[in-house]
């Protein structure tokens, strides 16, 4: 079962890139699956028994996705690092917020030629729906310095800056469910129609969003090719080897059991690498640096027989390696821009509206003593 959501900005968001900083904060241009699920975690641990707990946060029963920015309604997912355009015409490729196909070329397409006397440029940034409308994610700057008890002044050598997403933006995500604990279920749907804190400095000017339970109809746009399979990734996914070493280039079987015969192609695979470190809020350090895949890698795969429509379908809608609760392994299979070595005008891969889900609005039945009718006054407040 999958939930959609959308989170906008009511206060400017701090998701730092990497919590190992101490110093220039940079912040991430979407809202990484971990931080939903650290904000789910925080409000409802106490409330569920140990087994539940253990299923909602730790298990990968419940997976979140990123929540990536909204662009006319519809979700923008990250570009594809196969894109390329020439370098000399680097001034057309984005024409009022959108790419200008007609310049773009796709080099995981079998098909595709290089040509030798043209100097390509990938697109390794940003986000695009599937009309080829680019979201433009505002982001601002501040500096701060921390303040002397004593004295009450700036603290000698302790001045720090952080970058942050605005306030009024407004991203997208989901939940995967795969277990049916119906108290889990209604606990993630009232969490989903609330307001939150997320990000670092929620005890200042920071944090505050606002999540809405939303509907997409979700396409089963699997297309079959016989011989190659084409992973777009949706999210930053993190693989191991036989020896239990983080790898950038996952063998068939660690997406899928049926892949196991299949080679990845490296000469049509682009593959983008990110370091990252959380922080243990229980053993109060960080855990260890994960090597990941950076979303937007495409990944090829050579087969050796076709897969079934069940193959992809679970491939397409379940997220692969590991730590999958944090949001990583989200993959697209065989987008439609995958098919071909130019992009098409047409819709680029099968995109959906967001449409808003009517809420009814739980109404406290106590509501007769005069603190809390004072306090229900000054909600809207």
Not at 179 to 186: G, M, Q, S, V, Y
Not at 284 to 300: F, M, R
């Amino acid at each position: 079962m999958r939930i959609y959501y959308t989170l906008t900005t009511i206060d400017p968001i701090i998701v730092s890139q990497n919590n190992a900083t101490t110093n220039n904060h940079e912040c991430l241009d979407y809202i990484p699956g971990s931080t939903i699920l650290g904000a789910l975690a925080a409000q409802y641990y106490p409330q569920f028994s140990a087994e539940q707990s253990w299923s909602a946060f730790h298990s990968g029963q419940v997976q979140f996705s990123p929540c990536y920015p909204l662009v006319n309604n519809e979700i923008a997912f990250p570009t594809p690092a196969s894109w390329n355009y020439d370098k000399i015409s680097g001034n057309r490729i984005i024409e009022e917020d959108k790419y200008n196909t007609s310049l773009l070329t796709n080099h995981s397409a079998s098909s595709f030629i290089r040509d030798e006397n043209i100097q390509y440029k990938q697109c390794r940034t940003g986000f695009v729906n599937s009309q080829g409308d680019i979201a433009k994610v505002q982001m601002g700057h501040s500096t701060k310095t921390a303040l002397d008890e004593k004295t009450g002044s700036a603290k000698e050598s302790k001045l720090f800056s952080y970058s942050f997403i605005e306030s009024n933006q407004t991203f997208s995500g989901w939940i995967e469910l795969k277990d049916n604990d119906k108290e889990i279920e209604n606990a993630i749907k009232c969490f989903l129609n609330s307001y939150i804190r997320i990000g670092r400095s929620r005890n200042t000017e920071f944090g505050r969003v606002k999540l809405t339970e939303v509907k997409v109809q979700q396409p089963d746009n699997n297309e079959n090719n016989d011989h190659e399979l084409v992973l777009w990734c949706l999210s930053d996914c993190e693989f191991i080897n036989n020896a239990g070493l983080p790898t950038l280039s996952p063998s068939g079987e660690n997406i899928h059991p049926a892949l196991e015969k299949a080679k990845l192609s490296r000469d049509k695979s682009f593959i983008r690498s990110v370091k990252t470190s959380h922080f243990n809020q229980k053993r109060q350090g960080l855990d260890t640096e994960q090597i990941l895949i950076a979303k937007g890698s495409v990944l090829t795969y050579q087969l050796d027989s076709p897969l079934t429509q069940s193959d992809l379908h679970e491939i397409n809608t379940c997220s692969t390696g590991i730590n999958q609760q944090f949001g990583l392994g989200w993959m697209s299979v065989n987008p439609t821009w995958s098919l071909n070595d130019t992009i098409s005008n047409a819709s680029i891969f099968q995109g959906s509206a967001i449409q808003k889900v009517d809420v009814p609005t739980n109404k406290f039945s106590g509501a007769d003593s005069v603190l809390v009718k004072w306090l229900s006054s000054q909600v809207s407040q």
